[in-house]
């Protein structure tokens, strides 16, 4: 190793003297013909003395490891065109439809309640029963009454034909048979009024009359919610108008119950609160679930932008310029088969979710390096880790 550095010290101590020795030796250059001349060839003897200093410099390097280049670990990402696209991202809930009360047509105390707070139950089923002794009371006594006028209106009857009696006791016989017997069909009605049934299919919300209780006529006994007619319903910020249209599809997610599917926009409402800039926005699910529950949280992914066959990378391994101008690093091979981190300018696009689209600089194929970007530089020597 001394010795090469000793040769290569020599040769261009030697160079130095032959230069001055031809300098000085010869006749200055006076015209500028000769000046040109001169500084061409001097150069011609720099380059010869430059391509011999590097050969010496190879030759020390491949003898002393510690004068090699040292590479850098890095790895890189191959670059390929995919569907690229951007979400709005907005927290609703589950909705059912308006609940609907059960209630009594009659007054009348609660005997027995079928149903509980919680519980499903079919369009029609019975929910409660009124006590009806009263009512069956008034119905024998009405039976009783009905019984003898009938008698009463049959004899009178009878001596009408024979024309025996007054033609106005005859008719008031009828009158107050007929009488009777609206009466009696009147409360027979009534009686039917003692059941209470379900007026849709729904969850039982809320109990709203106990057992034992009076009910009077319109009062809700339990109230209903149609819960096969689940919604999800939000708050619209106005500034999204021109993307959200009603019977557009957007994708709902429930992060409680792990479920997720599609929707139909059903309502977009027709006017902005003034309090908080936002309108009604309400979405009918394609798919439901068991576990799918009023007031449950939801969340809404809108398409707001999609392009297809995009470049894209994380905008964190987007470097820049002191002029804000941005570039990455890219893997290339150099004439002697060595890989080397390149700069190359690129001009960026749309961004969403920490990817951003790349219009410019990059192609599909090429390996961009992502980690160890910000420690290596244009044209140093690179490796990869894995």
Request: with cysteine.
């Amino acid at each position: 190793m001394k010795k090469l550095l000793a040769l290569l010290l020599s040769i261009t101590l030697l160079s130095a003297c032959e230069l001055s020795h031809t300098t000085t030796s010869s006749e200055e250059p006076e015209t500028l013909e000769e000046l040109k001349a001169a500084l061409t060839k001097k150069k011609q003897s720099l380059n010869e003395l430059e391509v011999e200093m590097q050969a010496l410099t190879d030759k020390i390097a491949v003898l002393d490891p510690s004068l090699q280049e040292k590479s850098k670990l890095v790895d890189t990402s191959m670059m390929k065109t995919e569907d690229f696209v951007r979400y709005i991202n907005i927290q609703g809930a589950v909705k059912a439809d308006d609940p609907v009360n059960a209630v009594s047509d009659m007054g009348g105390r609660i005997s027995r309640l079928f149903v509980k707070e919680g519980d499903f139950i079919r369009k029609g089923a019975m929910i409660a029963k009124l006590d009806v002794a009263t009512i069956e009371s008034q119905i024998n006594e009405i039976n009783s009454s009905l019984g003898l006028a009938k008698d009463v209106y049959e004899r009178q009857e009878r001596l009408w034909s024979k024309k025996i009696g007054s033609e106005v006791q005859y008719l008031q016989a009828k009158n107050n048979v007929e009488r009777l017997e609206k009466s009696l069909e009147t409360i027979n009605l009534q009686l039917t009024k003692a059941n209470i049934y379900a007026p849709i299919s729904g969850t039982v919300d809320m109990v709203m009359t106990n057992q034992g209780e009076v009910a009077s006529p319109g009062m809700p006994i339990v109230q209903l919610l149609n819960t096969s007619k689940l919604k999800i319903g939000t708050d619209l910020p106005e500034n999204y108008l021109k993307i959200v249209k009603k019977g557009m599809t957007v994708d709902l997610d429930f992060p409680s119950i792990d479920f997720s599917t599609s929707g139909r926009v059903s309502l977009l409402g027709r006017q902005i609160d003034p309090a908080n800039r936002t309108l009604e926005l309400e979405i009918q699910p394609k798919k439901s679930s068991d576990l799918l529950k009023p007031n449950l949280l939801a969340e809404i992914k809108i398409k707001e932008y999609s392009t297809k066959d995009a470049v894209f990378m994380p905008l964190e391994y987007i470097l820049q310029e002191v002029d804000g101008t941005e570039f990455v690093y890219v893997a290339e091979t150099d004439e002697e088969g060595a890989m080397r981190a390149k700069k190359r300018y690129v001009q960026i696009g749309e961004a969403a979710e920490g990817n951003v689209i790349i219009t410019e600089g990059l192609a599909t194929g090429e390996a961009v390096i992502f980690r160890g970007s910000r420690n290596v530089s244009d044209g140093e020597l690179i490796n990869f880790s894995k």
